[in-house]
């Protein structure tokens, strides 16, 4: 139904304010920010609220089917970073010829698709009672919720390229607060099956807003939600490249990622250091977390400054974007030298208490990792994603060689072997981040 004159103006005034708003870069980072500790607490809400509800046996039956719900979602393989690239080129350069609507369509199938498989092998998993519990219907339901974040991850890239950024984060935060209530609200009384159901629905809600604000800025047509084969063939030809990159990074990356976990795990049987690893992931997570935001909030402003050919314009805004990053992870480090030994005595129930040596390896790592961050974000932003295979192999790497090497350095070195494994990754941390740093000086003066 067409809305009427007062209608029109309405919504034509919400787009302005709208508008005006995205324009504030300090007043989206504040949104992304607080999406990205919302998001922390979400997480933290689950594990608070399930091992409590749930017996031992099957909380832990319960973990394992969350760390296969976060392995679907990394099979995104980057594809979400490919449409924001060529949909912000697309938006900038007022079409440029080389993007099709239909690539939404494409891409919205083939994560669909993913999250269905992974259910299907869920739902096998369920019945043959490799994940065993008596509460099949909300272990499934809690799967959905979570995979449906890869598709959340399209809308909010999609969203983000057509200068929509704040839409997004609006209903996002929504979205996250009211999950998270209704998390809590299972200890209060609500069934948790149907909180989780309630959930669904609210990230179903967000992506049909949100999907259909794509649909309606970019003119697509019903049809071209819907595959075919034509259309695929041809769209795929495009995206071979790109598609063969963004694959290999998200390979290399998660790999070089649990790498440690492998490695330590089979190095020792002293859970200490798996612990110390376990810190230094979450800590260096937290910090990525809140760089993406940063970064993303800068895009904006970073690709119209590209596409239009102004290097000027480039250069201030990575400056920004790296005196930010760094600002956060020497703030971050001040903090965990400050408190880390309290904080690991109470995340790890008194097991594993960090030392001031091991502190001060992680804070150097999180200034590599800074570098690291920004150039990875802003070079997939700008859909450079072939000049970032190199470093990545690189850490792919340091990462896997770090647990040998530390078990090296022990013996002669007479420190501990967490200890020298944590000054290993450091390291590898530090190199790659002034080899990142060259990066961006080089976009600046390209």
């Not at 096998?124 to 979570?146: D, H, K, Q, V």
């Not at 965990?336 to 030994?341: H, K, Q, Y």
Request: with cysteine.
């Amino acid at each position: 139904m067409p809305l009427n004159g007062a209608g029109a103006a309405t919504a034509g005034g919400w787009r302005s304010l709208l508008g005006r708003l995205e324009g504030q870069a300090r007043l989206l980072a504040s949104v992304k920010l607080a999406n990205v500790l919302l998001a922390m607490l979400w997480g933290f809400a689950v594990t608070f609220v399930f091992v409590r509800l749930l017996p031992l046996a099957e909380f832990k039956a319960f973990l394992l089917l969350v760390a296969f719900a976060n392995f679907t979602i990394s099979a995104d393989f980057g594809f979400s970073g490919i449409i924001y690239a060529r949909l912000r080129r697309f938006r900038l350069r007022d079409g440029d010829g080389l993007f099709q609507p239909a690539e939404i369509g494409m891409l919205f199938a083939f994560m669909t698709a993913i999250v269905l498989l992974g259910g299907l092998a869920i739902a096998i998993c369920l019945a043959s009672g490799f994940i065993p519990t008596e509460r099949p219907a909300l272990f499934m339901a809690f799967y959905i919720l979570s995979a449906l974040n890869i598709i959340a991850l399209l809308a909010k890239r999609a969203l983000a390229a057509l200068d929509y950024n704040l839409l997004w984060e609006g209903m996002d935060f929504v979205r996250r607060v009211l999950s998270t209530g209704l998390l809590l609200a299972a200890l209060a009384g609500l069934p948790i099956l149907l909180s989780v159901c309630l959930q669904v629905g609210l990230t179903v809600a967000a992506l049909f807003a949100g999907l259909a604000t794509v649909h309606r800025t970019i003119g697509m047509s019903m049809g071209e939600w819907l595959l075919r084969r034509a259309d695929t063939a041809c769209i795929a030809r495009g995206y071979v490249r790109d598609m063969g990159a963004t694959m290999a990074l998200t390979v290399s990356d998660v790999a070089a990622y649990n790498a440690p976990y492998l490695g330590i795990a089979l190095a020792t049987h002293d859970p200490r250091p798996l612990l110390v690893f376990d810190f230094l992931f979450k800590m260096s997570r937290a910090l990525s977390s809140a760089i993406r935001a940063l970064v993303e909030s800068g895009l904006p402003r970073l690709t119209r400054a590209h596409h239009a050919g102004s290097q000027d314009g480039v250069h201030r805004v990575i400056d920004r974007l790296r005196m930010l990053a760094l600002a956060s992870a020497l703030g971050l480090g001040a903090l965990l030298l400050a408190a880390g030994p309290e904080i690991s005595r109470l995340m790890f129930d008194g097991k594993a208490v960090l030392t001031r040596a091991e502190l001060l390896f992680i804070a150097a790592l999180l200034v590599g990792l800074a570098m690291i961050c920004v150039s990875t974000y802003v070079q997939n932003g700008l859909g450079r994603f072939g000049r970032l295979l190199p470093p990545s192999l690189a850490f792919l790497a340091g990462s896997a060689l770090s647990v040998p090497v530390a078990l090296l350095l022990a013996p002669w070195s007479g420190a501990s072997f967490s200890l020298c494994f944590v000054g290993a990754y450091g390291f590898v941390h530090v190199l790659l981040g002034l080899r990142h740093g060259n990066m961006l000086r080089g976009i600046a003066r390209a």
